[in-house]
């Protein structure tokens, strides 16, 4: 596995473990529907969020919560819509961004609550 594969592995954890920490409950990690990958779906409440990590070893110009396409949000729509009528689930949803940015041996996490609107 590439070094940058095992660095988004464990940028997915260490976004786990801060959401747990913040009392979600994990529902699915790497949901696959169709083209859709959605990388955590979690639950706090009534509330269900999905949620794209975005991991990166050293600081860019641009945000890296801005290098998420319209073709990826579309994607991530399609899972979510999909995990709900599959579960039958009545709850609110939102789509949130979790980046994660290593510098040197820190790690500096963002959460960012509903980061994108359905379009």
């Known amino acids: 596995m590439g070094k940058h594969n095992e660095f988004g592995k464990e940028g997915e954890q260490i976004a ?44 860019f110009i641009e945000n890296i919560a801005e290098t998420i396409t319209k073709k990826k949000i579309g994607l991530l729509v399609l899972g979510a819509d999909h995990y709900i009528i599959e579960n039958e689930l009545d709850v609110e949803v939102r789509f949130d961004v979790i980046t994660i940015l290593k510098n040197k041996k820190v790690f500096e996490i963002d959460h960012l609550v509903n980061a994108f609107y359905h379009f």
């Open 16 to 59: 786990i473990d801060f959401l747990l920490n913040k009392g979600y409950a994990i529902k699915y990690r790497n949901y696959r529907y169709l083209k859709s990958e959605i990388d955590i779906i979690a639950q706090k409440d009534d509330v269900l969020a999905i949620i794209e990590v975005r991991s990166r070893s050293t600081d």
